[in-house]
């Protein structure tokens, strides 16, 4: 062989392009078929989902505190155990450890995941922490774990009423919790991301929604206030085995909400604890003849329109009236009475005869303006206006019964907040949840004057002669009107049901507080306000005056003990 | 004209070196931040989890409650209280007196 034989062999030309052309043919192919996936959103989603990820980042829902910074609630992280049945793929001992971990029957993890069409089920909300870590070690495919928020109220049942609830998505439903809703509410924010191939997160690719946290509320609660009242009612109602009580503290120049409080309640931490009956804010949204704390009302517009002045005397014998076909009456006949007496010591009659010589549109427009029968719009869902029906409907029987309480509710809210009259000289300011940064703007509804004579009258309540001895606080001078009132039940009056009332305010010479107490149905044998209420008022006024260092405005040691005066009020509107 | 191409070569093959390298190095910042991102997060919650305790530690039922029974405190009556008021002599029924400060 030589070397030339082999370079002698020609091949034909075609064969080598027809090669080439093979080659090309194949190449083009390919990138044929690469352009024509690029396409496929198949794939496109699965490429994806490899690297890319929606990560939720959820944020707290807003803190409730007082108006010191307190915390009255406020949400911790929990987390909750969640499975797509769709992707869920469990082996029976992975199922059996779930199971355990959860504590929950092995058939209903099964029941649960058992629609395969649903992305997304519950598995068991807000367990413990440990748990929740165990769960997730586990790594079973399609189980996850999801961060979710419980709220705390670490003040148990005390402030329970005003805060209310939020249900197990964290929304308000009741009280505050529901009312502040969008303030308080977060947002879950959502955005998209790269995931490296330890799953750490290596870019934001966008913002799908901003995550917004809670806005934090402050409410006018002071809790050392909400405190004393609160278990200064509780004993109360206890001692006096009532059905229910409420009590409020308003700051008597700025018409905050210092303190409220009703029982029965639950323990917003306890759901299992709440029922029809607990779960009432009584004090807000429940309205009851108010008696006898209305009537400085009455006398206050007479003396405003110069028909009496606290010296004019009225005569109350024989302690009986008859107005029309009904009568009004008087425990005792007291004679001659002063107007300031027949508040002191609370004269049905006197009162009456005072509110009949007015015109009756003068009558509505004080009580109307006081704030009775209109919501105090403080704020708090289902609250409560009140029945004050027009003058132009009235009979005479029904505006002497008016006058000292009767034929006309309201809640212990509007009650309390109508004192606000007398402490301020006459504004009736707005009442608030909310802490109030600046001074508050109240309406004049009557003069200086007429508030100031008004206020030595309910002075004279718990002096000797008065209704409520026990409503007096050591150091300070006290003013306030007792009330008890038959209890009006299915449209007639109930012969042994009261409802025994107490509202007043101290220090008398530069008023701080007001406190209004009402208890109902008192059945330990007290029933009279001065008798179960006002050791209420006294306590919870003493502790609450001390806390807030007010000066006393009156030589300590000035309580008198003298027996109170036989009430003249207890009495019933006439149907 | 070649010596051209390499240089160009060279630089082009720097550049997309050093857009690696940068590329790099965001994300590993990106995981920093990330991180620190969670922490602030843990100890937000830990900061609630401490708020919550505390809260249930300075409940008021629960310090009158020691106060009481463990410290056999007691409350001052008003007589066994002297108010020192600012700027006014002591004249207790005065209607005037200020606020405490």
Redesign the interface.
């Given at each position: 062989m030589t070397p030339h034989s082999a370079s002698n062999i020609t091949l034909s030309a075609w064969r080598s392009r027809f090669l080439l052309g093979l080659l090309l043919l194949g190449f083009f192919g390919l990138v044929g078929r690469a352009a024509y996936l690029q396409g496929n959103d198949f794939l496109q989603k699965e490429g994806k989902s490899r690297y890319s990820r929606i990560v939720e980042t959820s944020e707290r829902r807003g803190m409730i505190t007082d108006r010191r910074g307190e915390v009255l609630a406020i949400s911790t992280p929990v987390a909750s155990v969640c499975a797509d049945p769709r992707k869920m793929e469990a082996s029976k001992e992975q199922l059996e450890n779930l199971a355990v971990l959860l504590k929950m029957d092995i058939t209903e993890i099964q029941a649960r995941v058992s629609d395969k069409r649903r992305g997304f089920v519950y598995l068991k909300r807000r367990v413990l922490p440990e748990a929740a870590e165990s769960v997730a070690k586990m790594s079973v495919p399609g189980v996850f774990l999801k961060n979710e928020f419980q709220r705390f109220y670490p003040t148990k049942e005390m402030a329970a009423h005003v805060l209310g609830l939020t249900d197990i998505d964290d929304r308000g439903q009741e009280g505050v919790e529901r009312e502040w809703q969008e303030k308080l509410a977060s947002e879950l924010g959502k955005r998209r991301v790269i995931r490296d191939r330890k799953g750490q997160i290596v870019e934001d690719v966008e913002k799908i929604r901003a995550a917004r946290q809670g806005q934090d509320l402050v409410l006018s609660l002071d809790s050392g206030i909400q405190y004393l009242a609160h278990s200064g009612l509780k004993d109360a109602v206890e001692k006096n085995k009532a059905k229910a009580g409420s009590i409020v503290v308003l700051d008597a120049q700025t018409g905050e909400v210092l303190g409220l409080s009703n029982l029965p309640v639950y323990n917003p931490n306890r759901r299992t604890t709440i029922n029809d009956t607990n779960i009432r804010n009584r004090a807000l949204i429940d309205t009851f003849e108010p008696g006898s704390t209305l009537k400085p009302f009455a006398v206050a517009v007479a003396m405003e329109v110069g028909q009496v002045n606290p010296d004019t005397v009225v005569q109350t014998a024989p302690g009986t009236l008859r107005v029309g076909r009904a009568t009004i009456r008087d425990v005792q006949d007291k004679g001659e009475l002063t107007v300031a007496q027949i508040i002191q010591e609370s004269s049905n009659v006197g009162t009456a005869k005072i509110a009949l010589a007015l015109p009756a549109q003068t009558l509505w427009e004080m009580l109307s303006r006081s704030g009775f029968g209109m919501p105090a719009d403080i704020g708090f869902p289902g609250e409560a206006k009140g029945a004050l029906r027009p003058y132009k409907t009235w009979r005479p029987i029904e505006q002497a019964t008016m006058s000292y309480g009767h034929g006309i509710s309201a809640s212990l809210l509007q009650l309390a907040r109508a004192y606000t009259l007398f402490t301020t000289g006459g504004e009736l300011k707005p009442v608030s949840l909310l802490k109030q940064n600046s001074p508050t703007m109240g309406q004049q509804v009557i003069s200086r004057a007429t508030a100031l004579a008004m206020s030595n009258m309910l002075e004279l309540a718990t002096q000797p002669g008065g209704t409520a001895p026990l409503a007096q606080v050591n150091g300070y001078r006290v003013a306030g009107k007792t009330g008890t009132a038959h209890k009006l039940i299915d449209g007639s009056y109930a012969k042994d049901r009261y409802i025994s009332s107490f509202i007043g305010y101290a220090p008398a010479s530069n008023p701080r507080l007001i406190i209004a107490v009402m208890l109902d149905e008192p059945s330990a044998g007290q029933y009279f306000g001065g008798a179960v209420a006002a050791p209420v008022f006294s306590r919870v006024m003493t502790g609450a005056l001390r806390m807030l260092n007010v000066p006393h405005d009156a030589p300590a040691n000035n309580i008198v003990l003298f027996p109170a005066t036989p009430e003249v009020e207890i009495e019933e509107g006439i149907l | 004209m070649a010596k051209l191409n390499i240089v160009l070569v060279l630089i082009l093959i720097a550049s997309a070196l050093s857009v690696v390298t940068s590329q790099h190095k965001?994300?590993s910042l990106?995981?920093a931040l990330?991180n620190e991102q969670e922490t602030a997060r843990q100890l937000?919650?830990k900061w609630?989890?401490l708020?919550?305790e505390?809260?249930?530690l300075?409940?008021?039922?629960r310090i009158?409650q020691i106060a009481r029974v463990k410290l056999n405190m007691k409350?001052p009556?008003?007589?066994r209280?002297q108010?020192v008021?600012l700027n006014h002599p002591a004249d207790?029924?005065?209607?005037?007196?200020?606020?405490?400060p």
């Open positions: - | 965001a994300r990106f995981v990330e937000e919650v609630g989890k708020q919550l505390q809260s249930t300075a409940m008021h039922g009158e409350v009556t008003a007589s209280v108010i008021t207790g029924s005065d209607s005037e007196s200020v606020r405490k």
